[in-house]
């Protein structure tokens, strides 16, 4: 019983830190880019979208829904966001996997919130399930509840 809810501690206390990346970018299979933004939008208000990279001190406005605001005249007929459930938008760039900056922020903000990621070009990883999960911190949670079933039991 003891070592239970000693394990049942450690647990919680690591799961605290755990938080999945908001923002994630891979390459899909026909060499798209894809930058998934999962912030949660805030209560009553309407959600509007910004997706940029920056490389050195030149940022670039990839697509947006914002009025007033418009994406640089490269990505205008490049890119397309569509909305994630529950939470979020993905956005896909076309064309430009060639040409990418070896070494990238990737940004989005919705609602006024931002979130970023720094990305090397030779770093990309493919779009798949396994992939995003093994780059979530939220994979680590399944070896850890094996583990407590086992010592458990």
Known sequence: MLTSLILSG????????????????????????????RIEPK???????????????????INTNVSG????AQFRDKSEVVELDPQGYRMTLKGFTNTL???????CKISGQVESIKVEKEQLQPCSAVSLFLKSSWSWIVPLLIFLFHTHC
């Open 10 to 37: 450690i647990l919680g206390v690591l799961l605290i830190p755990v938080q999945s990346q908001l923002i994630s970018v891979c390459l899909e299979e026909d060499e798209d880019l894809r930058v998934d933004c």
């Open 101 to 107: 900056p070896h070494n990238t922020t990737y940004m």
């Open 69 to 72: 605001s418009a994406a640089e």
């Open 43 to 61: 209560p009553n208000k309407i959600s509007s979208y910004e997706f940029s990279w920056s490389s050195g001190t030149k940022e670039a406005l």
